[in-house]
């Protein structure tokens, strides 16, 4: 006699685990290349992007200049990673830089995508042959269309009274803009603007608050970003060899010190342990929390590594970050120097995705900042796979909980350096455990009993 035994009343127990994976709808099979060409000669460009985010349309920009110093560059893309055909030279831009007369020529010095989907470009403008001459500070603003922007400053140009070095813009689509000339004070220098280019003098009561350098423990800023409920992080530091201290620090909405936050409003990484230092890459959580992306660089004898520092939202470093993440065994490839510390962006369970540039390198790190395998990262690492050479620039949190990463590649389809776009989806992998219902555990034990009965009836 043969029993069937059927397993009723199951349902299914779904465990979401965090994992990011290749975007392989965006662009052919997860990757766009773009390419530029010089609109005087014809000749392919080699560029480099300076920064990539998505805009209105549901479309992304990707903004950079060419390697010669002679082009900003930008390319508009569909939500698919093709090219947006209805913006400028179908989807590619070039606006050659004026030259200036002189041999010294204009200089790029940051770029940003704005939230209207234009973009500004930061110059120096030489107007004296050296070693006499000054200084031109520029910011250019260019509309969603490419061109000009009229309604910024004059014809879209704004002269400032020092360079910038970065661009931000706050939750209210505010302009930040910060500056560290060395010389002759070591400043900082942070200004607040609208999107006109007029100071807002709510902010400093002119519009900018200046830093002198032992505000911020003895080394100037070199990044900043916004938090929602306006306040403004910033990082810096220095990279030399037992050189002086990561910085981080916080300011109030209206410019001032959060007297609060670490101790007096200033975060040293020496404090934790770290020293050559610089959080050129910071970034902001919607809880508060800042985290910052370093390249450190011990004295003595010990080798440089990757590292970052995590700073809960009431002023404190995690105490579970330790000096150089992951605890005692730092992210970073073998060699000296051992990649280069890019960006950072938060996940959505604790951890954080770490892009190393060297070599278009992304860890996948958890809440404590150890490098962990995930479905789409193995070893707990994710590389492009091109045929060709691939570096990374940066990432950009995408409006769907995705991660947009830029980067440059050369190889096949692109014998110069050109723009490389693709997206990490940040998508649950999705374990199912079945599991057993109190209807199905009343209807599984009947028909054990009723087997066990048989049973015992053959035996009989």
């Not at 100071?199 to 608050?209: E, K, Y």
């Not at 990432?395 to 050369?410: I, K, Q, S, Y």
């Amino acid at each position: 006699m043969r029993l069937a035994i059927v397993a009723l009343g199951l349902v299914f127990v779904v465990l979401p685990i965090s994992a990011e994976t290749i975007d392989t709808d965006f662009g052919d099979n997860g990757y766009v290349v773009t390419t530029f060409l010089d609109p005087g000669t014809d000749l392919l460009l080699q560029v480099t992007p300076i920064d990539a985010a998505p805009i209105p349309g549901n479309a992304y920009l990707a903004i950079g200049q060419s390697d010669d110093g002679n082009n900003l560059v930008a390319a508009r893309y569909l939500a698919n990673g093709d090219l947006d055909t209805g913006y400028a030279d179908g989807g590619r831009l070039v606006i050659p830089i004026p030259p200036t007369g002189i041999t010294q020529p204009i200089v790029v010095t940051a770029m940003k995508v704005a939230p209207d989907g234009g973009f500004l470009a930061a110059v120096i403008i030489p107007i004296d042959p050296f070693p006499t001459g000054g200084f031109d500070y520029e910011l250019w603003r260019y509309g969603a269309d490419g061109t000009a922007d009229t309604s910024f400053g004059t014809d879209g140009e704004l002269t400032l009274e020092s360079p910038v070095d970065r661009i931000a813009f706050d939750s209210v689509d505010r302009l930040l803009l910060l500056s560290y000339p060395f010389f002759p004070d070591r400043q900082t220098i942070v200004q607040r603007r609208f999107a006109s280019g007029e100071p807002d003098l709510s902010f400093g009561g002119d519009g900018r608050v200046i830093f002198e350098s032992d505000d911020l423990g003895g080394r100037p800023a070199s990044s900043l970003t916004s938090l929602t409920d306006g306040r403004i992080a910033l990082g810096g530091g220095s990279e030399a060899p037992g050189g002086g201290a990561g910085m981080m620090a916080m300011l109030e909405p209206d410019g001032d010190l959060d007297l609060t936050w670490g101790d007096g409003g200033v975060i040293l990484a020496t404090d934790i342990g770290v020293e050559g230092s610089d959080y050129r890459s910071i970034r902001a959580r919607s809880d508060g929390w800042v985290i910052g992306s370093t390249n450190n660089n011990p004295p003595g004898p010990l080798p440089p590594y990757l590292g970052m520092l995590v700073i809960r939202a009431d002023g404190t470093v995690d105490p579970r970050i330790g000096p150089s993440p992951p605890n005692t065994d730092p992210p970073g490839p073998a060699g000296d120097p051992p990649g280069r510390a890019v960006d950072i962006v938060p996940r959505e369970d604790g951890g954080y995705l770490f892009l190393s540039g060297t070599q278009l390198l992304i860890y996948h790190l958890d809440e404590t900042a150890t490098v962990t395998p995930a479905p789409g990262f193995p070893d707990g690492t994710f590389t492009p796979e091109l045929d060709g050479l691939s570096a990374g620039h940066g990432m950009t949190p995408a409006n769907d909980g995705a991660t947009l990463v830029f980067g440059t590649f050369e190889g096949s389809g692109a014998p110069l350096a050109s723009f490389l776009l693709f997206r990490l989806e940040s998508n649950p992998a999705i374990l199912d455990i079945p599991t057993l219902s109190g209807l199905g555990y009343s209807l599984l034990a009947l028909l054990l009993g009723a087997a066990a009965l048989i049973a015992m009836r053959r035996r009989g």
